[in-house]
């Protein structure tokens, strides 16, 4: 294709991030919003006109899947050879070149889990541990690494973040542990996951020939989901671009959820500080979500909205409204959702486009329970990984040696007379259990072949190809089961229906949340929930934990004004909510205007109490903000403005433009 017809399926805002290919460039791109499409075109578009040649390009991202996500789509646009890898997996394919020239003999052992050393650390210190402790101090190890806090700052850096100690041990004796741990680790001669990118930045800073070789290498960055760089991979990322400016960083700021894991919004929030010649693209065209989940999400998140945030702009037509309901108990919503979930699927809703997402793991044993009982298919993302199941395994196997063999029939129908020798039939069995998974797990295969078929025409060694990849990347097909998942792993998924389940005060937002900063993170997680649903989207939350129990719970406080009331609201009050609400984006998206709009209801407050009328009478809110942002110099120019009417031009103009111009 040539240049037109690629960038012919952008919209105007995609179509500028792929026509900005050099310099820095910053992408503020909202859920739903195509980004993931207009980076991947962008380096299309690069790699066509010669701007880019694809072995210097490398795209990074957070999860295996979206990395093979985005490598599919950069080859069916034509931009064979482009790296696609998440930061650790590019990391780590540098340090394993490297490593011989640079340190010499074989890289150690990478520790896939640090629970061993861990138990091992503690032991030598003395110290009480469990399985969870274990894993809540894996995770404090991991915060200190990623956020180059050293052993011997962890304490004091610890105290000023607010981290209270860990699994019941105070700060100093988790910063003996993480030292412990370090020693354990290098005794055994392994290194962790952290530890590839740490090194990988020694080697660069003390081997300037080893930096000159990569930065030769690559010369052209994206990174996407940037509000989620941690100092660690930021570091990483300054090494790999030398002096050079040609980044292009794309992030939301309102998907922020993993700062409790060294994440933080600062890097995408403050590019522009940092790159002042930068480029800023803003993606606010929402293609995912109907109007009624655009609402909802915009309205949720409005409180808390971060600078730099964007107000997703809904591009589908209308859908159904939002569903919001309350339950006597947890079994009651859980069977409830079940019954909703065969009523969507009577509907046509597929079952792998229906998901279940809930605040902890520790919610999900009523669902698994009451999705079993009406004999609905699941799948629990974060359990067994799919290429990991024995019959997986088998059935790859069996392909390769069909591929050697050089059968004669398509490669559809292969796949099928291997799944077939497996055990799957047409139908799906009637039964859930492991069954059901087994059937699920083979069917996926059938579906994932005839997708490639179709758009590809692959045959089955490039099936198998596709497989092995997706194996390494742990990128699984598609289970034809409804997904139960945390809204944390949810994340950069999507579904055409979605239930947030458990939606009560202690649990969204957290009970463990008690900073400002905390609970305006756990309205990010809700946000992030509300903006996987295409479609269909479902509220819900249980009054009581058991029948017996007592129904004290109450809904989630970032529900408020959102949530139908029983009981009509006040016009009052919903005036004052959408007011505050108004008020709060205009401070986010307007700064340079705030001391005008606040010398504007100086100005009416004094009118006001001359007429002896409610300073609403003169102007309201929303129209001063108006003026404010426009600043008018004329009463021309004032009578544009939305919401001046000529009465009010008549009797106030004069003394607004006095206003406006006292304040330039």
């Known amino acids: 294709m040539d240049k037109e017809e690629l960038l012919s399926a952008l919209d105007p805002d995609q179509r500028q991030v792929a026509e900005t290919l050099k310099g820095p460039l910053v992408v503020r791109a909202g859920a739903g919003t195509g980004k993931t499409r207009a980076i991947t075109y962008r380096i299309a578009h690069g790699v066509l006109v010669g701007a880019y040649h694809p072995s210097?390009?490398?795209?990074?991202?957070?999860?295996?899947?979206?990395?093979?996500?985005?490598?599919?789509?950069?080859?069916?646009?034509?931009?064979?050879?482009?790296?696609?890898?998440?930061?650790?997996?590019?990391?780590?394919?540098?340090?394993?070149?490297?490593?011989?020239?640079?340190?010499?003999?074989?890289?150690?052992?990478?520790q896939e889990s640090k629970i061993g050393l861990i138990s091992q650390a503690a032991g030598q210190l003395g110290i009480g541990v469990d399985r969870a402790s274990v894993r809540d101090l894996a995770a404090e190890i991991e915060w200190s690494k990623v956020t180059l806090t050293g052993q011997e700052r962890y304490v004091?850096?610890?105290?000023?973040?607010?981290?209270?100690?860990?699994?019941?041990?105070?700060?100093?004796?988790?910063?003996?542990?993480?030292?412990?741990?370090?020693e354990a680790k290098s005794?055994?001669?392994?290194?962790?996951?952290?530890?590839?990118?740490?090194?990988?930045?020694?080697?660069?800073?003390?081997?300037?020939d080893i930096a000159r070789q990569i930065r030769h290498q690559y010369r052209h960055f994206v990174v996407d989901e940037y509000q989620d760089v941690s100092p660690l991979q930021q570091r990483l990322l300054d090494h790999w671009l030398g002096e050079r400016r040609d980044l292009c960083v794309v992030g939301d700021v309102s998907q922020t959820i993993y700062s409790f894991t060294g994440a933080t919004p600062s890097y995408l929030r403050d590019f522009r500080k940092r790159f002042k010649e930068a480029s800023e693209v803003e993606l606010v065209r929402d293609y995912r979500s109907t109007p009624q989940i655009v609402d909802a999400a915009n309205r949720v998140i409005a409180p808390g909205r971060l600078q730099g945030a964007v107000k997703l702009v809904a591009q589908r037509p209308s859908g159904p409204a939002v569903d919001y309901r309350d339950y006597e108990d947890d079994d009651a919503e859980a069977k409830d959702i079940a019954k909703r979930i065969i009523d969507l699927q009577r509907r046509g809703v597929l079952l792998s486009e229906i998901a279940i997402l809930l605040?902890?793991?520790?919610?999900?044993?009523?669902?698994?329970?009451?999705?079993?009982?009406?004999?609905?298919?699941?799948?629990?993302?974060?359990?067994?990984?799919?290429?990991?199941?024995?019959?997986?395994?088998?059935?790859?196997?069996?392909?390769?040696?069909?591929?050697?063999?050089?059968?004669?029939?398509?490669?559809?129908?292969?796949?099928?007379?291997?799944?077939?020798?497996?055990?799957?039939?047409?139908?799906a069995p009637k039964v859930a259990g492991a069954q059901r998974e087994r059937w699920e797990a083979l069917n996926a295969l059938v579906i994932l072949a005839d997708d490639i078929h179709e758009s590809r025409g692959a045959d089955l060694a490039g099936f198998v190809a596709e497989l092995e990849e997706r194996a390494s990347h742990q990128n699984a097909p598609t289970v034809e089961g409804v997904t139960i998942s945390t809204m944390h792993a949810a994340k950069g998924l999507?579904?055409?229906?979605?239930?947030?389940?458990?939606?009560?005060?202690?649990?969204?937002?957290?009970?463990?949340?008690?900073?400002p900063q905390a609970i305006d993170e756990e309205r990010r997680l809700l946000y992030v929930g509300i903006t996987r649903a295409r479609e269909h989207l479902y509220v819900s939350y249980a009054r009581s934990r058991s029948n017996s129990g007592r129904g004290n719970r109450k809904r989630t406080r970032f529900l408020d004004g959102i949530w139908p009331e029983t009981a009509k609201v006040s016009r009052a009050t919903q005036t004052r909510r959408r007011t505050k609400e108004a008020a709060l984006e205009?401070?986010?998206?307007?700064?340079?205007?705030?001391?005008?709009?606040?010398?504007?209801?100086?100005?009416?407050?004094?009118?006001?109490?001359?007429?002896?009328?409610?300073?609403?009478?003169i102007l309201v809110d929303t129209v001063l903000m108006n003026i404010a942002s426009a600043k008018p110099a004329t009463i021309h120019e004032l009578g544009k403005v939305k919401g001046i009417g000529m009465t009010k031009l008549d009797n106030y103009g004069a003394a607004i433009l006095q206003v406006i111009d006292a304040t330039r």
């Open 56 to 110: 210097n390009v490398l795209a990074v991202t957070f999860t295996s899947r979206a990395a093979g996500e985005m490598r599919s789509r950069l080859r069916d646009l034509g931009a064979h050879g482009v790296q696609a890898q998440t930061f650790h997996a590019a990391a780590l394919r540098q340090l394993s070149y490297f490593w011989p020239h640079a340190v010499g003999g074989p890289m150690p052992q990478i």
């Open 156 to 182: 004091e850096k610890a105290r000023k973040t607010g981290r209270d100690g860990v699994a019941g041990q105070t700060l100093e004796t988790v910063g003996r542990l993480i030292a412990a741990y370090e």
């Open 187 to 208: 005794a055994r001669g392994v290194i962790d996951f952290e530890d590839i990118l740490l090194i990988l930045i020694g080697i660069m800073v003390e081997r300037d």
């Open 359 to 427: 605040r902890t793991n520790s919610q999900s044993q009523a669902f698994e329970t009451a999705l079993a009982d009406a004999g609905i298919g699941f799948t629990i993302r974060g359990g067994e990984r799919y290429f990991s199941r024995k019959e997986i395994r088998e059935a790859m196997v069996m392909m390769r040696s069909f591929a050697r063999s050089g059968a004669e029939q398509s490669m559809p129908e292969i796949v099928r007379e291997v799944v077939r020798r497996l055990g799957w039939e047409t139908n």
């Open 494 to 515: 999507e579904w055409d229906a979605v239930f947030l389940a458990g939606m009560s005060e202690g649990l969204m937002p957290i009970s463990l949340a008690e900073t």
């Open 586 to 617: 205009f401070e986010l998206n307007h700064p340079n205007d705030v001391e005008l709009l606040n010398n504007l209801k100086a100005w009416r407050k004094v009118q006001a109490a001359e007429e002896r009328k409610p300073a609403y009478l």
